[in-house]
């Protein structure tokens, strides 16, 4: 899939989580007229200065450490790691693509992917 088919529209959670694994050439920074459409489908996240994060409860360290070793093998899968902020019973992530400066497609799938693993799509 090319950058112009993958932005031509903003893509429901379905199609995010479909090119899991895909290759997307020629990713570049979402605009944020573009990452405000595309969150859209992703109502639990919220995008801001190029970035886009979520927090998630849960109700032990068990719990939340589980979850932070579940979200490591998605990166580790997307080649795509966020940043993350834990407590006892929180993760926070923050998904951001450094190299293109701000929100990219893959930023938006791997949210997708997160979702999914918590139920969310």
């Avoid at 886009?52 to 997307?78: K, L």
Wanted: proline share 2%.
């Amino acid at each position: 899939m090319n950058r112009g088919q993958a932005l031509g529209t903003a893509l429901t959670r379905e199609a995010l989580l479909a090119l899991d694994g895909a290759t997307i050439d020629g990713l570049s920074a979402l605009t944020a007229a573009q990452a405000a459409a595309q969150v859209q489908a992703l109502p639990d996240w919220s995008c801001a200065d190029g970035t886009m994060g979520r927090r998630f409860e849960f109700r032990d360290f068990h719990e939340t450490m589980s979850f932070v070793n579940a979200v490591a093998w998605i990166a580790h899968r997307q080649d795509h790691h966020p940043d993350m902020a834990l407590g006892f019973r929180h993760c926070e992530l923050r998904y951001t693509t450094h190299s293109a400066g701000g929100l990219t497609l893959k930023d938006f799938i791997c949210a997708a992917c997160v979702d999914a693993l918590v139920g969310h799509g």
